[in-house]
């Protein structure tokens, strides 16, 4: 932009040479240029000296000198509107309703004192008297780090390069199913450790494809997740353990979901994800499922052998390069209780309301209550002991029901997987209110 007006004015300044009769108006017409801003060139350029070329540069409109000193008095009225508001005032003025006030003092305007035009100026002298505190620096909270590989965060991405079939489904078409190590300041080594491709992505894939990653790393003490019902179960039931969430709970893993719209509790997956959509998605483009799975295997051992990333853990280094050596987690017990998830939410309640014919659903699955309770509410308490579901209506007990799909007894690993998986539904995702 200076370079064109640098070339206008040299052009205005040739003007005046060769054709000192020419008016303002038709050297602004020829240069293309306003009236004003001819006339004001012209008195500078003649002003110059012949030849001198530094008069075609832009003057700053920075100020060349300091502004004058506000007058004491100006000052303490300003201060004084602001401690003490007047005319009834019940709430702190701010720059903008003490300038309303000084422009209404009589004897301010008697003296005839230069008074404040904005309120940027007020506001600079509040804050110069202390009456507006600057923002507070926001503190670090250090974060308690767990160890390499015993904190897992997990998610679902799409990858949105796969077209949809026209008669099929037209969201989540092809999903890869994260799971990585919680990154931490110290330990953390942000790791991607698995990356399951599937067209139809479910709750019983689910359940299969995290028992093949414990099998293969070993238990983690902790796993993050969000309210994905693949993970949490249908929009119904989800307050009620999922298989997903059974599946964990029986290996005695810490479970964590987190709130709705916080993907920022999930952060170390989340950017996983943003990585893998910018430097593997839109850079190959795959366009079927099997592309999809070729390209993130192949990135996912670049981003734990080749990338590097800045997480302090890592220090500028691929994750498995600042981590050569990881420490063995424990196996997967050959025996699992698939029961011992109840003992977690033993005396816990859950509310439902009973259906015109007398049932009540849990889990997606029904129990009979009995026509006299059609569309109210009751409470569903664990007994865990008993196994039943003690039903209360107003703080009183008024049945009890037995807690459908338990087995009874311990199964093996592979027996407990399969049957989790069977109980498991085939919900896809969210609601589908918009495209992501």
């Known amino acids: 932009m200076e370079e064109e007006w640098y070339a206008d004015r040299t052009r205005l300044r040739q003007l005046l040479r060769d054709h000192p009769d020419w008016s303002h108006r038709a050297c602004a017409a020829e240069i293309g240029r306003s009236l004003g801003w001819v006339k004001k060139w012209t008195r500078r350029l ?40 007047p005319e009834n005032l019940r709430r702190t003025p701010g720059p903008k309703a003490i300038l309303y006030y000084l422009e209404r003092d009589a004897e301010l305007q008697a003296l005839g004192l230069a008074l404040p035009r904005g309120g940027r100026t007020i506001w600079r002298i509040l804050t110069q008297h202390g009456r507006i505190a600057p923002p507070a620096r926001p503190t670090h909270e250090p974060v308690e780090r767990p160890d390499p590989l015993s904190s897992w965060q997990l998610d679902f991405k799409d990858a949105a390069t796969v077209a949809p079939e026209p008669a099929g489904k037209q969201q989540h078409v092809v999903e890869v199913l994260n799971t990585e190590v ?66 964990w709970a029986c290996l005695g893993v810490q479970v964590t979901i987190c709130p709705p719209h916080r993907p920022d509790k999930n952060a170390f997956v989340e950017r996983y994800h943003r990585s893998d959509t910018s430097e593997c998605l839109r850079v190959d483009k795959p366009g079927t499922p099997e592309e999809v799975r070729t390209a993130t295997a192949t990135y996912k051992e670049h981003d734990n052998h080749e990338r590097p990333n800045q997480a302090l853990s890592c220090g500028n280094r691929p994750p498995r390069v600042a981590f050569p050596n990881l420490p063995a987690r424990p196996p997967v017990p050959l025996l699992v209780d698939p029961d011992a998830w109840l003992r977690r939410i033993d005396g816990r309640s859950y509310v439902r309301k009973v259906r015109e014919n007398g049932t009540v659903r849990v889990d997606d699955t029904l129990s009979y209550l009995g026509q006299d309770l059609a569309g109210q509410y009751v409470g569903m308490q664990v007994d865990a002991a008993r196994r039943e579901f003690a039903v209360l209506q107003r703080g009183q007990e008024v049945k009890r029901l037995p807690i459908k799909g338990l087995q009874g007894g311990a199964l093996p690993f592979d027996a407990f997987v399969a049957a989790l998986a069977e109980q498991a539904r085939t919900e896809r995702g969210p609601r589908p209110v918009a495209a992501r």
């Open 46 to 85: 003649r002003a110059a000296a012949l030849g001198d070329d530094g008069v075609l540069r832009g003057q700053s409109r920075a100020r060349k000198r300091p502004p004058p000193p506000w007058d004491p008095r100006v000052i303490d009225r300003i201060l004084e509107v602001r401690d003490r508001p």
């Open 182 to 247: 919680l990154n931490t300041v110290d330990v953390g080594t942000s790791i991607s450790l698995d990356a399951q491709v599937d067209q139809d992505v479910t709750a019983r894939t689910s359940v299969v494809a995290v028992a093949q990653l414990v099998r293969a790393q070993g238990l983690p003490d902790q796993v993050t997740f969000d309210r994905d019902p693949r993970f949490v179960g249908s929009w119904s039931g989800r307050d009620f353990p999922s298989p997903f969430v059974r599946f």
